[in-house]
T-cell receptor, first 110, second 115 residues
Framework: QKEVEQNSGPLSVPEGAIASLNCTYSDRGSQSFFWYRQYSGKSPELIMSIYSNGDKEDGRFTAQLNKASQYVSLLIRDSQPSDSATYLCAVRASWGKFQFGAGTQVVVTP | EAGVVQSPRYKIIEKKQPVAFWCNPISGHNTLYWYLQNLGQGPELLIRYENEEAVDDSQLPKDRFSAERLKGVDSTLKIQPAELGDSAVYLC?????????????FGPGTRLTVL
């Protein structure tokens, strides 16, 4: 079992719709959670960090964390073609190590 | 604020040759990470430094890989000798460190091709 799991996609989303990305993790003691966006051929770019249960909103992005279910999600509202990328979930485990998921590819179709 | 700087951006070498990558983190960032990323995969941690100290190098193949972070700023990752399977993107990231400074910022990466 991978420590951080994401659906690989591709997730096809019509322009203007909401993209919903999910991530589960295995270490129950994890405290820090991050979403990165990675365009093809580029390095990961930090979008959101979340540390507490509940929702955190930043512009068109909302991160949701549920530690009891070991689940973190990212919602992208009003999806734009420029949102087409791979989204990486990262978790800082209780012993300090960062684990990345393999990423979910999002394709926003006009 | 300048971002994480890495060089070179691309490197093509023949197998069994040595190669080195350099990273300059964001100013004031005490924690530095080296990752390896294969196509279609997430970054995999090779080594993490807190200032000058390597605090997590459990995934670093120590028979051929080495790293150093002298003076707690710049870092160098070396592979000697390189193997075909080492072809990947090598990413450097930095963070402020401490309990609240976990957000990592990545450099542009070095794409290594071993022939």
């Amino acid at each position: 079992q991978k420590e951080v799991e994401q659906n690989s996609g591709p997730l096809s989303v019509p322009e203007g719709a909401i993209a919903s990305l999910n991530c589960t993790y295995s270490d129950r003691g994890s405290q820090s959670f991050f979403w990165y966006r990675q365009y093809s051929g580029k390095s990961p770019e930090l979008i959101m960090s979340i540390y507490s249960n509940g929702d955190k909103e930043d512009g068109r992005f909302t991160a949701q964390l549920n530690k009891a279910s070991q689940y973190v999600s990212l919602l992208i509202r009003d999806s734009q073609p420029s949102d087409s990328a791979t989204y990486l979930c990262a978790v800082r485990a209780s012993w300090g190590k960062f684990q990345f998921g393999a990423g979910t590819q999002v394709v926003v179709t006009p | 604020e300048a971002g994480v700087v890495q060089s070179p951006r691309y490197k093509i070498i023949e197998k069994k040759q040595p190669v080195a990558f350099w990273c300059n983190p964001i100013s004031g960032h005490n924690t530095l990470y080296w990752y390896l990323q294969n196509l279609g995969q997430g970054p995999e941690l090779l080594i993490r430094y807190e200032n000058e100290e390597a605090v997590d190098d459990s995934q670093l193949p120590k028979d051929r890989f080495s790293a150093e972070r002298l003076k707690g700023v710049d870092s160098t990752l070396k592979i000697q000798p390189a193997e075909l399977g080492d072809s990947a993107v090598y990413l450097c990231a930095s963070s402020r460190g401490g309990l609240d400074g976990n957000e990592q910022f990545f450099g542009p990466g070095t794409r290594l091709t071993v022939l």
